[in-house]
Each structure stands twice: as structure tokens, then as C-alpha cells.
């Protein structure tokens, strides 16, 4: 209504400024909190004292303009800075036509547009005409890797947002013609160099690597001229161009340096360390996400945990001190147990429902059906005081079995079944029907049947809703130890937080010491001395009084679920049993073992690692050396491994500046395919590029060769710029071999936790369950997960140890009501149900003379995998029965209710 | 003196919304704080998220 009557057109930020909304609105329809705001910049009553027409529509009363700013005062224990990223300056992008021209966009405005709830509906239209562009370019590195602006950085995610953008552009005009410009293509987190490749050739994305300096207009397209690696100059005309701007640190992040009192980078990006990347320079105040250096979901989500987990190390002793606990009333057991006396509830949903389907002719059906004792509609269900409502009727009523006829009980049945739970009703005696997605959405052009399909809906809910259960809500107690595999720079790290948290650790290393990968390392990316950090970790954890070390140590066997774990740790020739509550996998990976090169051929040709370890020893090895080869991605991206190793391009440019320092006037070379030296890392590019380092590019067809000489190397390469190939003889050839997996199958399948093709672990979902793994209670950090660096090891290590730390910290594990429940008299111990399983929840138990299924309640998900394959039909899932779903399905002919 | 249990996290992001969901299991009392008048930041403008292609929202 406020929106309606609101005389002030604003432009809707939440769109990009390509759409217009009324002062008073609401940014889109599920944001949360679910209420419209004022936008006091255009509001006629904030700056006029005049209109008022918004609080005299609104028929709730909740307008209220005599409200002043109040000032809070928070007595806490910690801080957690995340407040995001900034927007590049629009002075930059002036450059390329932004502003200029209206078909230049940038990618966040063309995010919207590709949205179906965007401005243009989903349709990619040119702002100038609104007609659908035929040749799209999207411009890499707009305000990155750009010191004219002063963001001499790596954005690290538009790379592939740009990809994403052009293959949903791709889906919704598959005709469009799109190229995209890079310098680098810089695709290097977990499974996106895969992605990108499916994309490039499902849709064809021409990749140009090239960076176009400017956009001009010509006869109303828009013109790029280009040059590219072999010096030719090109040019080409487009529709619309798409602008990939960077991440800038927040535009506030002076003012929240200054009133946190941290620091902050030379980008204005708040200051932290490799060995404490998620820790501020002040006491109590973290930080995660896009404010401590740019990054994508994955890491911002795991960043997230860390600082959690920091923050719980921090107050460990005040845990629970201040938090509220819900309380719930008895279950009404005599009246769950009385006939049913159902009450059916039709949803409008605004106009979502209602504007499609006849609501109140859906709820006088509803009236008709056996059983039914109360028939209401309401205008959203899910508002806070009509489940209050809903509440007061089911009590009035004495009604036992609830239908709500609404939305997707997918996001919706918590909050009913919640509403139950909280006047004395089991939480499993509530029933949707989703007659919002399956009705008024699908068949809005043809009302009449929609709202016969909602009377379908809701008889075959109320035939259901007659036979619902009562279900058990068991929990069970958890063992507050947490096993953690792997003694590295990540197993090590999320043992010590997680010991720091208040909890036991029994940490697992197979090696006779600690250290991991971290032994092998000189220097730390940010050019610490990786000794004095591996020392400091080992030190910290060797006196922690909560850790117990195992080194020279194995897992055999691990049994049970989240909170009651049992395994077998081998060690020197004998075994012992370890109870513990949760599992985390910080196995960890290694340098991959170059194939060909001249490799293990001379002794001219080392690994990176080895280089370190060269070094570390001293210059005496670079007495007579003239041209040092570096050759990137030897393992990687398809060589041998498909992953990208992601670290190697920035430890190269690290271990050539270090040779530059020790003798500045050696020839460095480094062959590469994509520079990847993401974030802040390509400050350290750039300076290798200052002093003298040469980057050449090669591709797969034309790799380097190594050949080996009776006096020496040489090093045989085609260079795209001369357009021949080249000779350098090579006193020292450094191949940046990749990260290989470790040996993770063994501990695969004995923890059932699945592998990527490339056999690192895989987590439960890609973005946002970064550190969980399907099976519950297993966790992960380090290499074991995928390449990264020690500062990402460290921070994905917290992330784990904050995950591990919420079922120790809760005590108990809540059982998800909706498990599979064996009939032992009619199971034959067949082992389908095991065998399918695919969370180790059903294990065989001999009962009696015969081995029988039984279901781990704590570890089973619901899916019903079991269930469908029984041959004798001996499981059922609660909540939905044979004889529910059976009577649902006869409900779907009005005879067969009849019948039922 | 004790430590407060409560902890205030700035920005509503998806960064801040998970922090915040984490330390309210982990038995901490949780002040989210965020600018705009819902919560969510960048990731709610995002139609799709990849490589996996899921609703942002």
C-alpha cells in the first residue's frame, strides 16, 4: 500500500539504478526481515514535513515518523568485522564509455538484467533500445590489476563471475555472440578451471586475451580496438559491453579502522597476517570476507567460520552465558491419539496465491473433505501474528492434524511445525500443500484449473494428513573429543582451536613428526620464515593440555556417528580404541612428482620446494649461474592432473624475486599459461616485472622443452611475441610442480566421505558448506580439501575447528524426526539398504540367528534410498508411510477419498 | 571479570550472516548489525551462483 500511494519515484538501488521504486518499498520479495523501509533521501515527510500519505494508508499503523535515531550501547566480548566490498570509483570507468554510452554496463548491472525478478525480467535487453544485443564483450580487470586507479590488486572473482554472466546470458539467448577479454584467465579455485572449460565449449565464449584500453561509439555500436600476445592489432564492433569491475576495499573502511582502531593494508583492506589471516591488529576484533582481501563465496563463507571460531576460543570461558533458551510444553499425547480432527488453513499469500486461485472457494472444498473440523484462509500464514492466530485456533478447536495450504514446505514447514511444537502438538502433524508453486505460479493464465488443482492438492493433503504419526524427537549425547587426521599446518591449526575452544583433541599424524608440507617450506608467502611458524604451531600444540599427539600413527577404522565415534588408531605395531564425538580430515596433499623436463635426469633441474631448500642453504649455488627457466603448471591444468595448483605462479614470482635479491643481475625466465597471482599477491608480479623477470607464455600445443646437452641445459620454447621458437641455455631449471592429493582413498571409504575426480575431498556443497562433508560430523581443511596457500589452510583450519566445535559445544545431537524405521519381521538381511546407504546410516546386526538392518537414527538423512529399494518392503520413513502416500495417491480421483 | 558472551558482528553479508550463525551454535549471543534494511549484501543481488549454478537466494 505505502508503495502505492508514495507520490516519490526513487531509483531502485537493489536493481543497479536500472529500474524505479516508490520511497517506501521493499528490495525484493523474500528479503529478510520481510518489512518495506523509507528511503529518506526521497521522502517528502522526512525532508518536507508534508505528504504523510504512506502512514495514512498503511493499514497496519507501523509508519511512524516521530521515531529518532536511537543510540545503542553493546557491552561484548569480540568483534567481527564483515562488512563486505567496495564499488570501483565511476571515474574509472569513464574510460571505457560508462555513463557515456547506455549499453555499456557494468557486470553488476548485468547481473540484474539476467535476473528473472531483475528489471527486464530475465530479459537481456540493450538499455539504449531494449532490444536484445547480438555481440556482447566483457572487459576484464576494470579497477584491478590497474595502478592508474591505485588498485594495483588482483580481484580474484571476476574472472569467473564474468564466465558465470556469459553463460546465462548464453542460456537465455543462445543465438548472442559473446567474447570475453582477459589478461590472465584467472580461474584457479576449486573445480572452476573444469567449469570454465564445460563452459567455453557448451556455449563457445570466445576467449581474447587481450586488455582493451578504451570503448568508442560508432554509428550507435560500440567499438573496441585490441591488441594480442603475437603484436597484432585487431578491432571489432559490439552491442553492449559489460564491464567486470574489481572488489575495492568498503567505501567506509577508513571510518571502521578508525573506530575499531585496526589497521589497514596499502589498499585500505584490513591488515592481517599469513600465519593469522583472520585476526586484526587489535586484541578481540576479527575479520572475514571481502574486507581482508577480495574473495569469493567459498572462502568468505569459510572465513566466516574461522572468525567464529577464533571468537569462541576467545570467550570460551562465557559460552552460554548469555544466550536464551526456547522452551516447548508437553506433548499432548491423549489428543494426538484421538480420531483425527483436522483444521485446513488456505494461504493467499498476498496476491501471489490469490491473485491466481479462488482462495475462499479452495477452503469452503476444504470444509467438505472427512475429517475436517476447521476451514480458514488467512492472508500470509507465515506472518508472525497469524501463526499466533493459527496457534489460538488449533487450541480452541482441539484439532490434532494441521494442513497448511500455502508455499514450499522446502522453506515454510519449519516455521509450522515450530508453531505446533509450541502449544504441546508433535511437529510431525502438520501436512502442506503448495499451491502457490504448483498452482498460482505454474498456471497463472488459467485460474480456473488452478483452482481446481488446489482442491486436488488439498484432498490428497487432508487423505495424508488423516494417517500422520506422532514422531520421536531423540537425542543423543556427544563425546566432547574431536579426532583430527593429519598433522600439518592445518591439522595442527584446527587442533589448536578447537583444544582452545575447551575441548579434547587426539590428533592423528602417520609421519614420525609434525609439520606436514610446512616442514619443507623456506618462506612464507608474505616472506615470513616458515620455520619460526611451523616451530610456534608444533610448540603450542605439543603443550596444549587438551591435545594428545599420535604421530607414527594410522586410522584403521572408524565406526559409529556425529557424537559417538569409535575408531582404531594403529601405532608401532599395536592398536587402541578412541572414542570421539567428530571427525576432522586435514590429510593434507603434496608436491607433485614432475614427469619428463629432464627431471631426476640432472641435477640442474629442481622442483620449487627443492629451490627453497636450495636457498635456504645459502647463494654458494648461484656462483656460476647466468639464466635461471622457470616452468609453470608442470603437473597442472591438464598436463597430468586437471586441477590448477593455484599457488605455484605466486611461489614462482616469490622464490624469483628472492634469487633477484641474492644475484640481481641473473636472467630469470618463467614460462607460464595464465598468471595467477590472485589478491594481493600480484603486487609480487608486478615487481618481478619491475626487476627485470620475463614471463613468456606458452600453451599446451607448445610446451617448453628441457633437453639435456653433454655441457648443460637448454631450454627450447616458442615465444608468441617473436613468433619463433627460442633457445636459452639454463644453469637452473625450477618446475613449478603442482599439489597432488595424498593418499585419501583408504580414509574414503572407511569414513564413506566421497572424492573429487582428482581425489581431494569433497565438501557438501561447493559455496555454502565449504568444510563439511556429506557425512555428518566429518570435517575438512588444508590440502586434503584442494591446493591453497598456508595463510588459506590456516583460515579453512579455524573454519573446520568452529564446525567440529558446534556439536562438542551443544552437548547433544537433535535427531531429524524423518528416518527410515525397519520392520525386523519382515527384513531377510539382504544388505541392499546398507550397501546403498549413502551416509552409513544403516548397518546389519545380528538379532538372533539372522543378521537384520537396523538405522543409525543420529547419522540417517530421510532420503528413503532404503525404503524404495527393500525387497520386502520391511522400511517405512516417518512422515511418510506407505499407507500416507498410498492414500494420498487414491485421494487424487475424488472416488478413491470417498472410498478412503 | 568474566568475558561478555556476546559477540557483534558488522555487516550482514553472507560473511557476517554465517559468522553469526556459527557463533549462536557454538552458545554465543550474536548483535548482527548491517546498514541496509535487510540483510543478505551482494549475494541477494546475484541471480545465480557458480559453478553450481543454485538461486543465490
Redesign the interface.
Known sequence: MCTMYCPRPVVDT?N?RLDITRAPH???A??????Y?IDARACLRVNYETCNLCAQTCTAGAIDFTEQPKELV????????????GRVDEKVLEKFGYGRYPDVLTA?EF??L???S?PSEGHIVRPSDNRPPKKIAFLQCIGSRDETCGNGYCSSVCC??A??EAS?AKEHEPDVDISIFFMDVRTMGK??D??RKRAQQKYGINVVRARVPRVDEVDGRLALTWTTGDGEHHSGLFDMVVLSVGLESPEDAGL?SQVADIELNHYNFCRTSVDAPLVSSRNGVLV????QGPKD?PE??T???G???I??E??A????????TVTYPDEDKSLEEEEPRIGVFVCHCGVNIAGVVDVKAVRDYAGTLPGVVLYEDTLYSCSQDALKSIAEKIKDNRLNRVVISACSPRTHEPLFQETLRSIGLNPALVEMANIRDQCAWVHAQEPERATEKAKDLVRMAVAKARLLAPLDQPTVDVTPTALVIGGGAAGMSAALSIAD?GYNVVLVEKGRSLGGNLKRLTWTLDGQDASMVLKDMVEKVKAHKNIDVLTSAKVESVSGYVGNFTSTISRGGKTEMINHGVIVLATGGREYKPKGYAYGESTRVVTQLELEEKLSRGKGFLKNARNVVMIQCVGSRGEDMTHCSRLCCTQAVKNALKLKDLKPELNIFIFYRDMRTYGFYEDLYREARRKGVKFIRYTLVRKPEVIKQPRGIMVKAFDELIGDDIEIPASLVVLSAGISPGENEELSRIIKAPLTPEGFFLEA???LRPVEVAVDGVYLCGLAHGPKSLEESVAQAKAAA??A??PL??GKVAVAPIVSRVNQDLCIGCGICESLCPFSAITLEKVGKRKKAQTITASCKGCGICASHCPTIAISMGGFTDEAIMAQIHAFSPEGCKEG | MAKSGSILVLGGGVAGVQTALDLSDLGYYVYLVEKKASIGGVMAQLDKTFPTNDCSL
Open positions: 537493489y543497479e521493499i528490495d525484493y523474500q528479503a529478510i526481515p520481510s518489512s523501509y553493546l557491552n561484548v566480548g569480540a568483534v567481527v568485522l564483515a562488512p563486505g566490498f553488476f547481473e540484474r539476467t535476473c528473472a531483475g569467473m563471475y564466465i558465470k546465462v573445480g572452476f573444469d567449469a571502521i572475514a570476507g571481502a574486507f563465496i568468505s563463507v572465513q566466516a567460520s572468525a567464529a571460531a571468537a569462541s576467545l570467550l570461558d562465557s559460552r552460554n552465558s548469555e544466550t536464551v575452544q556443497h561447493a559455496k568452529a564446525k566445535a558446534i559445544a551443544k
